[in-house]
Every structure is written in C-alpha cells, then in structure tokens.
C-alpha cells in the first residue's frame, strides 16, 4: 500500500507540474510575441518603458514557471531528493512571495480609486511631453481607449502643470481629441477645435469608467486564476515533501 501511495504522489505531482511548465510556455510565448511583433500593442508598449518594463517581467515570470514545471517533472520522474529538496525550496519562495504580494495589493488597493488618479494627473501630467513616462503612457491610455482624463475633459482645468506648460492655450491636450480610427498614428478629426475646446472633437468620457468596464471581467478572472494558482503551488509543495519523505 506504501508503495502504492508513493506511485500516486509521484504521478500527480508529475501532472501538476506538467501544467506549471505549460503554463510557463504560454507565458513565455506571449512575452516573446509582444516582443518581435508588437502589432497590435505598438501604441500601447512603443512609446513607454515603464510598460515595456512589464513585458520583461512576463518574460522573466514565464521563465520561472518553466523551470520550476521542469525541475517538478524531472524530480517526480527520476526520485530524486535533491531535485525534491530543490524544487520544494525554490516553490515555497515564490509561494511565499506571491502570498506577500496578494496581502499588499489588499491592503493599498484604496490607492487605486478615482480621487488617486484624478489628483496624480492634476499634478504630474505634462501634455505632450514624450520624454516623462507618466505623460506617455496617459496619453497612450486616451488614445487607445478614446477616452479623456479619468472623470472627462474637465479634469485638466485642474492641471497645474499642463496649464502652465501650454499658457491656457488648450483647453484639453491633444491625446483627447477624437481620431479616425482610434490609433495613435490615426488622423485627428479637427485638431485646432478640439484644443479649444469644442466639444463634438473631443473624447468626453472618462478613462476610469471606460476602462473600469473593460477590465472589469478580467480583473476577477486575474483573482480567481491567482487563487487556483496558489492552490496549486500549496499541493505541489505537498506532494514533493511526501514523495521526498517517502523515497529511501
């Protein structure tokens, strides 16, 4: 019956480990993608580091995952303790490190609320300005998302430093204004209304409820898909110190 229960460990951690190496290999997949052929992503990840930055950690998360699913499936294959040992240490680190990551996006996700947003970009949005990331990436976001502002157009008579840089002379930046299509290199409609404000040239929904509505599934399916990932990683941890404790 030992016997039989240590053949069980092994095979299950096997599978479970199979689905961490697949999954890695997906990840690692989308990252390279995203990388070579941008198409599709180019007005969103060209023109700002801190995205671009994003994808590296796609890369290097599914990296890991490869690895890990790899040594799980090595170690469960050839009973190998010190593979076992190895991987058990390697799994509880990240475990560990994604619990801690969960508990801290708990606790400051009051952080991310349409008062936060509205005041960062009161204060730090520069208009154009391609050199500062925070600028990129806001107007990558209202171009893409044909939207403006997080509550509308409004917010940026509250915008110190985007009135000062531009001496009243546009009412909302270029990034709000309506294009044809709905690109960064499309043609804006009406270029010199739309600064001044003329409202059927300009995007006038906010991009918090935009793309709180777009996101909105995703955002639970990111949750439960971390929850069973966690899950998984608990039972994997399992099953190595069981078939490590069962091998002679």
Known sequence: ??????????YLMFVFNFFIFLGGTCLLGV????????????EIIAAN??????????LAMGGLL???????????VRENKCLLLFFFLFILVIFL???SAAILAFIFRENLTREFFTKELTKHYQGSNETDVFSATW?????TFGCCGVNGPEDFKLASVFRLLTLDSEVVPEACCRREPQARDGVVLNREDCLLGQSLFINKQGCYTVILNAFETYVYLAGALAIGVLAIELFVMIFAMCLFRGIQ
């Open 97 to 99: 490190a994604e619990l």
């Open 66 to 76: 490869f690895l890990l699913g790899f040594l799980g499936c090595c170690g469960a």
């Open 139 to 143: 107007n990558s976001v209202m171009i």
């Open 1 to 10: 019956m030992e016997g039989d229960c240590l053949s069980c460990m092994k």
């Open 49 to 58: 580091p801190l995205l671009v930055t994003g994808v590296y950690i796609l």
């Open 31 to 42: 990252g390279i993608w995203v990388m070579v052929d941008p198409t599709g992503f180019r």
